[in-house]
């Protein structure tokens, strides 16, 4: 029997929640949830249609990452099937259906007229990689979101390679950034940016407008910092429940220009600030109670990493962070002149515009704008006749090269796909996979390849889309984006201000829109990859029914006040897991190298080995989508296949 509080919260709802409410199962489920006929009718083929899933999504349920733990595990062969040898050969095998390993496709069949024969291989039920679409509802209720991946961007410093995909793909970036972007549309509602306070933490439930700048997604949103900030700052003085020595640590890191390293040179505190956390620095260096990092804790969860995992030079230049003011620092070094850009479906617009020129049909239309409310035909992506087969549902579990005196050589890759194991055979191989699998596809590796392709371990990612009927309680409470840096989900995030072809974002309070939660994993004290190693194992363990709980009562007690009902205003929710989420990248807190100038892994872990390459981001040591197209043309370079 449900607790009085799970009733409250609406726990015995049936809205849509779990992947298996499919057929006249959630047509019905989704009639008793009040939405119309026609919402009910589209949920009835759900399961032949992945972005519209929802429960348990990313790469975060057994079907995408069982047969991967089981190789990783040593298990797997002790029971694998008699493998059936198909007859099918290619003259390119792609193992991933990310970014990279779509840009890799699709680079080689352009140099080659699109005539010759591509498979592509991966282990989820759509694809994208990190770069998937979450949809809910229909028609003029269509609500569109990123699963993972957010945001691309382009410069003077863009590559030929980016520019070349994007142009082919008719992404004008700076175009897109300044027509379908409107970065006042909150701020016109009298809406911006807040923090909550939770009890347990600071000692009460308290929302507040935040004084301080945008640290996150700061393209979409105008004015950086409020013009009425220092009004926000008196009531935060007064009213925020934390201790006044914390408060007075708090407004003079945003106001004061103290130099906190006064006896070393501007460059010699950038070397310091390189090498001590941003937590050190606020305790040990300015002088702030420990609280100020409590308060300042999920800041830096964009990137994966607490504050006692960032740099204070990061924590600076990345997320422009308080308390450097009066260092008089160097200008940072990077790129000039670009822009950034998010479509509201985040970077699947991009693995599905590449998509449609690999696999026409898959994708109906024939330009960015008419392809933001198309359907993907996935029964076409692995028609026989294809030139591109895109084969969902298969996890590769080796690959091999051959050589024989009447083939030459080539590369026999084996995938299991709905219980059985299949092999079949490339001229080459593009491995764009997780560089923690390819040591157990290969094991003809070196052994020192498969060292330094270990060394990278990927950051956790949750990103869970919340589907709401209205928004009319957050503007009564005057925030779109919301802080939380005690609570279980470390950020609230409304819908992105963001309208494109037929798409338009949620236009009224009283409109359907899709909400986004974050939840950070860090345990600090503990080397960054073992945090992420805990966070992974968390995240799994964590059943879809604590996520639900959890955010259903923090939605109530951050919103409640202004008239949220978790029991009524949500329609539905998608748990995006990714424990492989981004790629590791290289800190002076971690990884000795960067002092004693040793060779970086990722340059190692990426050399080619006979006909097979390895295309990824973390064989780029970062994790952009525009670095994942860079590392599919070079393996398809170190291959001479462009």
């Not at 005539?115 to 229909?138: M, S």
């Not at 981004?582 to 000795?592: E, T």
Request: proline share 6%; charged share 20%; hydrophobic share 35%.
């Amino acid at each position: 029997m449900s607790r009085p509080l799970d009733r409250e919260l609406g726990m015995h709802r049936k809205i849509r929640r779990r992947d298996f409410l499919n057929g006249a199962a959630a047509t019905a489920a989704l009639l008793a949830a009040g939405a119309t006929r026609a919402q009910a009718d589209s949920g009835a083929d759900l399961k032949d249609y992945p972005p519209a899933l929802t429960g348990m999504r990313g790469s975060g349920y057994p079907g995408a990452y069982s047969v991967g733990h089981a190789l990783r595990d040593g298990t797997f062969w002790n029971s694998a099937p008699q493998a059936v040898r198909t007859a099918e050969e290619y003259d390119l095998i792609v193992v991933g259906g990310g970014i990279s390993g779509l840009a890799a496709a699709y680079f080689f069949q352009k140099r080659h007229g699109f005539g010759k024969k591509v498979l592509i291989l991966d282990n989820h039920d759509d694809f994208g990689g990190h770069a998937k679409r979450n949809e809910f509802g229909a028609g003029g209720n269509l609500r569109l979101s990123n699963a993972g991946s957010f945001n691309i961007y382009a410069g003077e410093d863009s590559t030929a390679f980016q520019c070349e995909i994007y142009s082919d793909l008719g992404i004008d970036v700076a175009r897109l950034a300044q027509q379908t972007v409107d970065p006042r549309f909150y701020s016109r509602l009298g809406m911006g940016q807040g923090v909550f306070f939770d009890r347990e933490t600071f000692g009460a439930d308290r929302l507040l407008k935040d004084p301080a700048p945008w640290t996150d997604f700061t393209f979409l949103y105008a004015p950086n910092p409020p013009p009425e900030a220092e009004e926000r700052w008196k009531v935060f003085m007064a009213q925020a429940p934390l201790p006044d020595p914390v408060k007075r640590d708090l407004y003079r890191l945003y106001h004061d220009s103290t130099d906190y390293l006064p006896s070393l040179t501007p460059d010699q505190k950038v070397a310091r600030l390189a090498r001590m956390s941003y937590a050190d620095y606020l305790v040990k260096i300015a002088g702030c109670d420990p609280l100020v990092c409590t308060y300042l804790r999920d800041r830096t969860y964009g990137s994966g990493r607490g504050l006692s995992s960032t740099t204070a030079l990061s924590a600076h230049r990345r997320f422009g962070l308080p308390g450097f003011a009066g260092l008089n620092l160097p200008a940072a070094p990077g790129p000039a002149g670009g822009v950034e850009y998010h479509f509201p479906e985040g970077n699947a617009t991009v693995a599905r515009l590449l998509v449609r020129k690999l696999i026409p049909r898959a994708l109906p239309g024939r330009t960015l704008e008419d392809s933001m409310l198309t359907r993907a035909r996935y029964d076409e992506l692995d028609r026989r006749g294809n030139a591109t087969r895109i084969r969902l549902n298969s996890t590769v579990v080796h690959a091999q090269n051959q050589v024989s005196a009447d083939r030459g050589g080539s590369v026999e890759v084996s995938y299991m796909r709905g219980g059985k194991l299949f092999s079949t055979r490339g001229r080459h191989c593009v491995l764009a996979c997780w560089n923690y699998l390819i040591p157990h596809l290969c094991p003809e590796m070196q052994p020192e390849q498969k060292a330094a392709l270990a060394y990278n371990v990927h950051t956790p990612n949750l990103w869970v889309n919340v589907w709401l009927r209205q928004w009319r309680p957050f503007h009564r409470a005057g925030v779109n984006f919301i802080n939380a840096p005690g609570s279980y989900f470390a950020s609230l995030i409304l819908e992105q201000p963001v309208s494109v072809g037929g798409y338009r974002h949620s236009q009224s309070p009283d409109d359907p829109i899709v909400m986004t939660m974050l939840r950070g994993y860090e345990t600090p004290g503990l080397h960054i990859k073992e945090q992420f190693r805990l966070g992974r194992a968390e995240m799994y363990a964590t059943t879809f029914e604590t996520f639900e709980h959890n955010l259903r009562e923090q939605l109530g007690r951050t919103l409640g006040p202004h008239g949220f009902d978790p029991a009524l205003d949500i329609q539905g929710i998608t748990v995006n897991r990714w424990g492989h989420g981004y790629a590791y990248w290289y800190s002076p807190l971690y990884d000795d190298f960067l002092t004693t100038g040793g060779e970086p892994p990722h340059l190692r872990a990426r050399q080619p080995f006979g006909n097979i390459a390895i295309a990824n981001t973390a064989s780029g040591a970062d994790d952009s989508t525009e670095l994942a197209i860079d590392m599919a043309a070079r393996a398809l370079a170190e291959l001479a296949l462009i």
